[in-house]
């Protein structure tokens, strides 16, 4: 038998409030979504209240979105209003775009909950609030320390990422996660102002660009089979970790408690959320990614493509503003790439790439027209390897093309299933 140490089987012991925060916690689900709130309007803020939108700011882009709404219609034949009523554009502070989004994300990140928390072990009776229950080896009350925190911490994780989302995003389709279903659209005044002003950009011209540009994403996402498909492949991305119960433990193992620096190890593991959450991705996941990816790079360089035929012609600096938005949007630290990698949307330059390229060897092999095919059914959605063979993807659909002398086409392409294999 383990040493139990001088507390004996309770290193709880003398904290009274241990049992009553843990049952506090327990309450909140498998995220706290009062910390989750708290953190993110807190960081999205800065702290400090907010001035209310401009009454003029939603004039001003209402204008501009019916450009935009039916500059889209008209080049894809897709309907960008569900309802048919018009798509609103609706001018938010930061944390007003917070409330909203916690609705929108909580889907995703309570699958999340569920995928990392760790099973109890076999034949254990671990009461979180009683760790005395947990047995006499300290290592054995990790697990309902965590069962305890791992809410907490999640609900954190959230927090973080949707209040550093606030003060970058321009709508709300930074990331493409299809939103609740409504025509109503996002755009928080403050980052455009504060981006115009840093490049210098004409103010006009770079609110009907980010409408273009948010009114597309809603078009495609909005197409029922395509949004279902989507949230499905997020939602079993979520679900599929491997959570390590041992990734904590291993990682206070290396803090040494008689250092000068104890405090600030401790520090430093705590604000580690991968330690933290021990996610781990699981061979599922890794299967899964490819059909992930795929279909996600087909709807930004879609959308890419779109905003170069439209926004090429409608808006005067439409290069300029292309660049600086571009390069942006590639552009971040590691908390958000932290929070990409959770909900498998690593979205770099290489995946913009890949969108881009599918796109453009459709189009040089087949014309413009053929895009249209993209969301006509579920069953038309490229393959990954669709996706990095824009030929193979034309003569799946019966497609009148001329193929590359060097392309190898399979002689069944009946049976290929929505991951590539046969």
């Not at 909140?28 to 001035?51: C, N």
Request: glycine fraction near 10%.
């Amino acid at each position: 038998m383990s040493d139990p140490g001088p507390l004996g089987g309770d290193p709880f012991k003398g904290l009274p409030f241990f049992g009553d925060l843990a049952k506090m916690l327990q309450q909140q689900g498998p995220v706290s979504w009062d910390a989750a709130a708290q953190l993110a309007l807190s960081i999205a803020s800065g702290g400090t209240s907010e001035p209310n939108v401009d009454p003029m700011e939603r004039i001003r882009l209402e204008q501009l979105a019916r450009v935009a709404e039916l500059q889209v219609a008209d080049a894809t034949g897709l309907t960008p209003s569900a309802s048919g009523l018009g798509v609103s554009v609706v001018p938010v502070t930061r944390t007003q775009w917070v409330q909203r989004s916690l609705d929108a994300y909580r889907p995703l990140f309570e699958r999340l909950a569920t995928s990392l928390t760790p099973p109890t072990a076999a034949g254990a009776d671990v009461d979180p609030a009683d760790p005395s229950s947990a047995g006499a080896d300290p290592a054995d009350f990790l697990g309902p320390l965590m069962a305890m925190i791992g809410p907490m911490m999640l609900g954190m994780t959230a927090g973080s990422m949707l209040g550093h989302l606030a003060r970058r995003s321009f709508g709300q389709y930074d990331l493409p996660v299809p939103r609740p279903e409504g025509d109503e659209l996002l755009l928080v005044v403050a980052n455009l102002d504060e981006f115009g002003e840093e490049w210098s950009l004409p103010d006009e011209d770079l609110r009907l660009w980010i409408c273009l540009h948010e009114i597309a994403h809603h078009t495609v996402l909005a197409i029922p089979h395509v949004r279902a498909r989507l949230t499905r492949l997020l939602e079993e991305y979520v679900s599929g970790f491997d959570p390590d119960p041992n990734a904590l433990e291993a990682r206070l193992g290396e803090v040494d408690p008689t250092s000068g620096d104890a405090l600030a190890g401790l520090q430093g593991l705590l604000s580690d959320p991968e330690a933290l959450l021990g996610a781990v991705r699981s061979p599922a996941q890794l299967e899964l990614l490819p059909r992930l990816e795929a279909l996600v790079a087909v709807v930004v360089g879609y959308v890419d493509h779109l905003m170069d035929r439209v926004g090429g012609r409608l808006i005067g600096s439409y290069d300029m503003l292309t660049e600086a938005l571009r390069r942006r949007r590639v552009t971040a630290d590691e908390s958000d790439r932290f929070v990409e990698r959770l909900l498998g949307l690593e979205l770099g330059q290489d995946q913009y790439d890949r969108g881009a390229a599918f796109i453009t060897g459709v189009v040089d092999r087949a014309g413009t027209e053929v895009l249209e095919r993209l969301w006509a059914d579920e069953a038309d959605l490229p393959t990954p390897a669709e996706v990095d063979a824009p030929g193979l993807w034309l003569a799946r659909l019966g497609m009148d093309f001329e193929l590359p002398a060097d392309l190898e086409v399979p002689d069944d392409l009946s049976g290929l299933d929505d991951t590539g294999d046969a």
